[in-house]
């Protein structure tokens, strides 16, 4: 995704269809009440404030 690879190309190394990938991708949205796949990679790394721990980690 970072790097702008195709839904095409991910079903592809998946060994997936188009439209299992966007249905899957749709259905991790929906799970985790995320607008879009920026805001979900920013929850899972912590960046969205909710896990402070993520962005600071002990020392």
Do not use: F, W
Not at 30 to 46: D, F, I, P, T
């Amino acid at each position: 995704m970072t790097q702008g690879v195709s839904i095409k190309r991910i079903g592809e190394c998946l060994g997936m269809s188009v439209s299992g990938v966007r249905r899957h991708r749709e259905k991790m949205l929906l799970q985790n009440n995320c607008k879009s796949m920026l805001e979900l990679v920013a929850k899972y790394h912590g960046m969205d404030g909710t896990n402070p721990e993520a962005n600071h980690p002990a020392d």
